[in-house]
């Protein structure tokens, strides 16, 4: 059973910084595409940050680039969000993602991810 489980959500200031933590199960070539979505309230669910083992090519949401960023721990199974400069709008239930799309990349489309944690909350504000 493949099973990702989400951790390092909480209340932070405007400006700050967190790191977010994702224990999977199975963390192998087998699931290629690894990635971060996010959801607020009256929002669809958006890709964050993810990556292909296939090529090592990482993928960021226009919104987080030079702030987030996407790493892995093979050796732990374990996938890492850092955020960093954060403002209210990035305020979100995060889930941890793993997947895989036939002869291809996964990219940020939730389609294409198979397997899901049940999200950390992440609230920015003063």
């Known amino acids: 059973q493949v099973q990702l489980v989400e951790s390092g959500g909480g209340s932070v200031q405007p400006g700050g910084s967190l790191r977010l933590s994702c224990a999977a199960s199975?963390?192998?070539?087998?699931?290629?595409?690894m990635g971060w979505f996010r959801q607020a309230p009256g929002k669809e669910r958006e890709g964050v940050a993810s990556f292909y083992r296939g090529s090592g090519s990482t993928y960021y949401a226009d919104s987080v680039k030079g702030r987030f960023f996407i790493s892995r721990d093979n050796a732990k199974n374990t996938m890492y969000l850092q955020m960093n400069s954060l403002t209210p709008e990035d305020t979100a239930m995060y889930y941890c993602?793993?997947?895989?799309?036939?002869?291809?990349?996964?990219?940020?489309?939730?389609?294409?991810?198979?397997?899901w944690g049940q999200g950390t909350q992440v609230t920015v504000s003063s």
């Open positions: 199975a963390f192998t070539d087998s699931i290629p595409c």
């Open positions: 993602a793993a997947g895989w799309r036939t002869n291809g990349d996964c990219s940020l489309v939730p389609a294409y991810y198979h397997y």
